[in-house]
């Protein structure tokens, strides 16, 4: 079955540590996306990419890193700099294009601060 | 930039129930809209795709609509069960391949 895999389910950081989230989407999508969700927020777009070796800042993208050197696969570093690292991310993909193409989401990493 | 809102952010209905729920948003160019369940602790579920030009959508017991005029959509599910009890996320294109999310509507059908 077609899907996105995101690993770790939950993951802890330690102060002043970069920790990486891992991404794996088999839909053959050329864009993929890493959201910021909060609780009682809505999502909030940190990187995407609409193509390997290609990405764009999102709203939030201060803190944290990204690369694509394959196309299934958008790993997320989040780094000492993000002061704040505590929340669930989501990873996505989509076919590239207008009109916009339907999202598909993983099932999410949850990070913490030990 | 793209602005959703969703109102209200939390609802219970006893089971049996229809529920309505209610999406906002800024920029009416739009091509589509997407809804969104996300149970707790797990990713998003895409539900329904709107096309602009279909205005309404359908998927079992849910139905939901879009008017572009007035930068409403809305989510219908008929006869609510307690397995519908979620958050759902209603979600408006922007830029390039760009997704503005609302805050959700937390759900609770009450058996």
């Known amino acids: 079955d077609g899907g996105i895999t995101q690993s770790p389910k939950y993951l802890f950081r330690k102060e002043g540590q970069n920790v990486t989230l891992s991404c794996e989407q088999n839909?053959?999508?050329?864009?993929m996306y890493w959201y910021r969700q909060d609780p009682g927020q809505g999502l909030r777009l940190i990187y995407y990419?609409?193509?390997?070796?290609?990405?764009q800042k999102g709203d939030i993208a201060e803190g944290y890193s990204v690369s694509r050197e394959k196309k299934e696969s958008f790993p997320l570093t989040v780094t000492s700099a993000q002061k704040n690292p505590t929340a669930f991310y989501l990873c996505?993909?989509?076919?590239?294009?207008?009109?916009?193409?339907?999202?598909?989401f993983g099932d999410g990493t949850r990070l913490s601060i030990l | 930039k793209q602005e959703v809102t969703q109102i209200p952010a939390a609802l219970s209905v006893p089971e049996g129930e229809n529920l309505v729920l209610n999406c906002s948003f800024t920029?009416?160019?739009?091509?589509?809209l997407q809804w969104f369940r996300q149970d707790p602790g797990k990713g998003l579920t895409s539900l329904l795709l709107?096309?602009?030009?279909?205005r309404e959508q359908t998927s079992g017991r849910l139905n939901a609509s879009l008017d572009k005029s007035s930068g409403r959509s809305t989510l219908y599910i008929a006869a609510s069960q307690p397995g519908d009890s979620a958050t759902y996320l209603c979600?408006?294109?922007?830029?390039?391949?760009?997704?503005?999310f609302g805050k959700g509507n937390q759900v609770v059908v009450i058996p």
């Open positions: 709107i096309q602009s030009s279909q």
């Open positions: 839909l053959n999508h050329d864009a």
């Open positions: 990419s609409q193509i390997v070796n290609d990405f």
């Open positions: 920029d009416s160019a739009i091509y589509n």
């Open positions: 979600a408006a294109p922007y830029g390039n391949n760009r997704l503005a």
């Open positions: 996505a993909s989509s076919r590239r294009g207008q009109p916009n193409q339907p999202q598909h």
